[in-house]
């Protein structure tokens, strides 16, 4: 009997949890998209952008990717981990077929976006190991991205924000950083967030400079792309197996189907 209710009352605070922290991640972000972030236009300039891991891609920047390919402005996708690590080590299925289900959803996802496979670049570090490589492999992965922005020359580079409360993200940031320096590359610098706004409080945890510079960027034409887009992504949002749950958190993606998108302005480089 006592066990029963310390358990009844281990579910109802974890519920109260769970709905307060939903309620104050709406706010918060709805605070940055009316309040804290400039309007910005979908602008004519041809882009890159690099995503950490298959889905980060579609949920930073799918209105945009659409909305640009929508008008045939040249787009490139670079994922720079194998995405392999999201279920490990909770499933029966092994890394190489994580690996596979994540490179077909990213395929899948992209075409609805209109973005061509050969604008399409799978780096295939291994997940969650970023922040765990040798000087050489950093070098190698910075002359890899210094190669396809030479050969690429965008205007506009994407990629996650520098505190984006991820190894692999935070490390993406830099390496990104470091070839846009190698490669000698003008290019106008955004920063989109994945986790950021999930794991940080406005005004206890998140430093004013974190939010500087934040536009907002209306996606109302292209909205439903990114929808489709983002249920590609069923190994993400879905429970893969009987008795699991699913990778994302309840409760996390609701923004992403709004209907505006928020990057962070980085000066050209």
């Known amino acids: 009997m006592i066990q029963r209710l310390k358990k009844g009352l281990q579910n109802k605070w974890w519920l109260l949890n769970y709905r307060l922290r939903n309620l104050i991640h709406q ?3 709805y605070w940055l998209l009316y309040q804290g972030s400039k309007k910005l236009e979908i602008s004519q300039k041809s882009a890159i952008v690099f995503a950490p891991h298959q889905d980060d891609e579609v949920l930073g920047c799918g209105g945009i990717i659409a909305a640009k390919r929508q008008q045939g402005i040249p787009v490139k996708v670079v994922f720079i981990t194998d995405g392999g690590g999201s279920r490990l ?5 092994t890394r190489s077929d994580i690996v596979q289900i994540r490179h077909q959803e990213a395929l899948t996802a992209l075409e609805i976006l209109a973005v061509e496979s050969k ?15 040798n000087q050489a492999e950093r070098d190698q992965v910075i002359a890899e991205i210094t190669e396809l922005l030479r050969d690429f020359q965008p205007q506009e580079v994407y990629v996650t924000h520098r505190r984006d409360r991820s190894s692999d993200h935070e490390m993406t940031y830099h390496l990104v ?19 950021l706004l999930w794991k940080s409080l406005l005004f206890q945890d998140l430093r004013f400079q974190e939010l500087a510079g934040a536009h907002r960027v209306k996606i109302h034409n292209v909205q439903s792309q990114k ?4 249920k590609t992504y069923r190994s ?20 992403f189907y709004l209907p505006y998108e928020v990057f962070f302005q980085q000066h050209s480089r």
């Not at 604008?119 to 490589?133: P, Q, R, S, T």
């Open 27 to 29: 706010v918060q972000f």
């Open 89 to 93: 080590p909770n499933t029966r299925f």
């Open 119 to 133: 604008d399409i670049h799978f780096l295939n570090k291994v997940d969650g190991a970023l922040c765990k490589m």
């Open 177 to 195: 950083q470091d070839a846009i320096t190698s490669s000698g590359v003008k290019v106008d610098f955004w920063e989109y967030a994945i986790w």
């Open 227 to 230: 929808h489709q887009a983002i």
């Open 236 to 255: 993400q949002y879905l429970p893969m197996e009987e008795n699991s749950s699913a990778f994302l958190p309840p409760g996390f993606l609701w923004r």
